[in-house]
């Protein structure tokens, strides 16, 4: 029992600190002038076409963030209608989030992602959706971070109709909003299609890895602790199987990494018993 909570505890840690965004997964919400607003977000006000609301239809946990434009603004460019401003703990390759848009009308729905830039912010990478998504869409934005000064995020619903006679609409619910190294994209085909299997996990001495590579790509294995120190780096490997032994590795939580092309495109934990 005391280890399957320590464990519980170290999956605690890891996924908090894959995702370094304020309340990035929208369960946290209070009254602001008699309005619920998610914490650590920022409700651009005077905007009377604009909505944020949490939807207890949610995508993951109990709620997620529903922002909606259901009439044209104008011909003011609005830039954004929600917005987060924090400082990350290192450089990422990707800003991941699950998004659902059910409805939409020539409209236009978009993410964008800034770094501050000495006194001005900069973008940095951009998602924008002007269609329904098929449910639930898992979303990868690649970053070009080039330091730990403050990231922006900020969310914009917007119509897009060419003229006053027709009345544009757009929505999008977000979740579980994550800065990683790791594509979930890719990540998740990876998985989903069993082109990557790690066995045993946990694991005692040895584990294998299967990895069934279709265009015979050149890959690196890394195992690395919680902390980040690496304790195994392997060469290029080109086999579709590879065997790593770990008898004197401590006992614990890692993190097993597979690198393509210079940027990590899988990562899974494991557990030294």
């Known amino acids: 029992m005391r280890m399957l909570f320590f464990f519980s505890l170290l999956f605690f840690f890891i996924n908090a600190s894959y995702s370094q965004l304020p309340n990035g997964n929208f369960e946290n919400w209070i009254l602001v002038n008699g309005k619920e607003r998610p914490v650590g977000w920022t409700v651009r006000s005077g905007l009377p076409c604009h909505f944020v609301t949490k939807d207890s239809n949610s995508i993951e946990g109990d709620y997620s963030m529903r922002v909606t434009e259901i009439f044209d603004c104008g011909d003011v460019e609005i830039e954004w209608v929600v917005e987060t401003v924090f400082l990350p703990q290192q450089i990422y390759s990707f800003l991941n989030a699950m998004v659902r848009i059910d409805s939409i009308e020539l409209g236009r729905a978009r993410i964008r992602v800034m770094e501050l830039n000495g006194t001005a912010f900069q973008e940095i990478g951009t998602w924008e959706k002007n269609s329904v998504t098929n449910g639930n869409e898992q979303v990868s934005i690649p970053l070009m971070q080039s330091q730990t000064d403050s990231l922006k995020i900020q969310i914009l619903v917007k119509s897009l109709a060419p003229n006053k006679l027709l009345i544009g609409f757009a929505e999008l619910i977000i979740d579980n909003l994550e800065l990683s190294m790791v594509s979930e994209v ?26 069934d590579n279709p265009i015979f790509n050149p890959y690196e294995l890394r195992v690395i602790d919680i902390g980040g120190a690496i304790y195994y780096q392997s060469g290029l490997i080109m086999d ?34």
Do not use: T, W
Request: aromatic share 16%.
């Open 240 to 273: 579709a199987k590879a065997v790593i032994n770990f008898e004197d590795l401590p006992s614990g939580l890692y993190i097993l990494e597979m690198h393509q092309d210079g940027a990590c495109s899988y990562r899974e934990r494991i557990i030294k018993i």
């Open 186 to 211: 890719q990540r998740g085909k990876l998985f989903n299609e069993g082109h990557f299997k790690v066995s045993p996990n946990p694991f005692n001495q040895r584990f294998f890895v299967q990895y």
